[in-house]
Every structure is written in structure tokens, then in C-alpha cells.
T-cell receptor
Framework: AQSVAQPEDQVNVAEGNPLTVKCTYS??????LFWYVQYPNRGLQFLLK??????LVKGSYGFEAEFNKSQTSFHLKKPSALVSDSALYFC???????????FGAGTRLFVKA | DSGVTQTPKHLITATGQRVTLRCSPR?????VYWYQQSLDQGLQFLIQ???????AKGNILERFSAQQFPDLHSELNLSSLELGDSALYFC??????????????FGPGTRLLVL
């Protein structure tokens, strides 16, 4: 069965500092991995996805994520956090050939000015 | 703006009642997904339709049903509502719904409150 874990309920970072939001997954075969962001009272917005190839994926708003197969992780990163990055971040996984996307519980990011 | 629209934005109803949530996918998208987001359960996949036919089922209760119409809009019907059904319901759409690497685009959600 496929699953995804976001081990941190909340991440706090100061504006201008680098941020990392962690995600680990469990799936048979080569996974498809996604990051979404949810701002208050809004739907989820797609940030980036890993399909195959380069382990470093670049996405929207300056975010990037690193796929690590040996550690089954797909951590979201940004070199310099902005206050406006404060939101709820979801990692998601889909197994090859599966129609179902499994979402993590979400990590709330607070960026302090 | 993802291009996915959902109505209504908010819905307040009583236990035992029935409600219908509506979703219009992005132009050109054939597949629609429904998700429930609650504080205790997180984001749960409910059901997927592709071009009018059910394609995948998740944690959808028997009291809930959905359909996708010929114009590709979808409706989620929730009946015999319970307090625990209070949640944010999202619709998402994708081009073909073949899974794999395809990206889903989410609507703004319908917030349901059952009193």
C-alpha cells in the first residue's frame, strides 16, 4: 500500500533563512511525487512534481524539491523564505499505474518577519 | 485561479439533510476528483470520474454519491448528514485521469457545516 508521511506538523523559520519541509513515502515501484500549497480559505495549488530524471525538481515561487530514492524522501526546499510563504504544505504520492493520489497530513509553515 | 469552479462556497445544514455540491472542471479536462478535508482525517480521496464514468473509489461513505454529466461537470451528493460530515470538500480536475504523472488542479472548495 502506498503512504506518505510529513513528520512535522509545523515548521517555523525566519524570513530570509532557508526552509525545508520534510516528506517521506512508501510505494511499490518508482513513485510520482507532488507538492501542493494551501493558503487560508483557498484550494490546493500545485507547486512541483517529480516524475523521473533529475533528482532536483524546480517549481513555482522559487521552491524546489529533492528526490532521494534510497531514503524514500522528497523534501521541499527554498533558499530564502518569505513571510508570504506561510501556508499549509502537502506532499502527495501516486504509484505507477494507480489512479489514487495519497496526500500527507500537511505541514504548516510559519515564516516570521 | 486554477480554472476549477465549485459551488456553493459555504453550506450550512442540519443533521439528516441532503446536499449537493457542484464542480466544473478546467476547460478540456475530462477527469474530476472529489476530496474531503477535515481536521482529524486530513485530505481524503473520495472518488474519481473520467468522461462520465466512475474510475476510482476511495474512502467514500455509502451515504455519499457522485456523478459526472455529459458536459463534464460533476456533483457530489451527501445524504443523511451527520455532524462528522462537516468538512471542506474539494474538487480537482485533470486532463485524462490516467494517473501517473498527471497533475490535478484543485477548486476553491465548499465548506460544509452540519448543525
Amino acid at each position: 500500500a502506498q503512504s506518505v508521511a510529513q513528520p512535522e506538523d509545523q515548521v517555523n523559520v525566519a524570513e530570509g533563512n532557508p526552509l525545508t519541509v520534510k516528506c517521506t513515502y512508501s510505494v511499490s515501484g518508482n513513485p510520482y511525487l507532488f507538492w501542493y500549497v494551501q493558503y487560508p480559505n483557498r484550494g490546493l495549488q500545485f507547486l512541483l512534481k517529480y516524475i523521473t530524471g533529475d533528482n532536483l525538481v524546480k517549481g513555482s515561487y522559487g521552491f524546489e524539491a529533492e528526490f532521494n530514492k534510497s531514503q524514500t524522501s522528497f523534501h521541499l526546499k527554498k533558499p530564502s523564505a518569505l513571510v508570504s510563504d506561510s501556508a499549509l504544505y502537502f506532499c502527495a504520492v501516486r504509484a505507477p499505474g494507480s489512479f489514487k493520489t495519497i496526500f500527507g497530513a500537511g505541514t504548516r509553515l510559519f515564516v516570521k518577519a | 485561479d486554477s480554472g476549477v469552479t465549485q459551488t456553493p462556497k459555504h453550506l450550512i445544514t442540519a443533521t439528516g439533510q441532503r446536499v449537493t455540491l457542484r464542480c466544473s472542471p478546467r476547460s478540456g479536462d475530462l477527469s474530476v476528483y472529489w476530496y474531503q478535508q477535515s481536521l482529524d482525517q486530513g485530505l481524503q480521496f473520495l472518488i474519481q470520474y473520467y468522461n462520465g464514468e466512475e474510475r476510482a473509489k476511495g474512502n467514500i461513505l455509502e451515504r455519499f454519491s457522485a456523478q459526472q454529466f455529459p458536459d463534464l461537470h460533476s456533483e457530489l451528493n451527501l445524504s443523511s448528514l451527520e455532524l462528522g460530515d462537516s468538512a471542506l470538500y474539494f474538487c480537482a480536475s485533470s486532463v485524462s485521469g490516467t494517473g501517473g504523472q498527471e497533475t490535478q488542479y484543485f477548486g476553491p472548495g465548499t465548506r460544509l457545516l452540519v448543525l
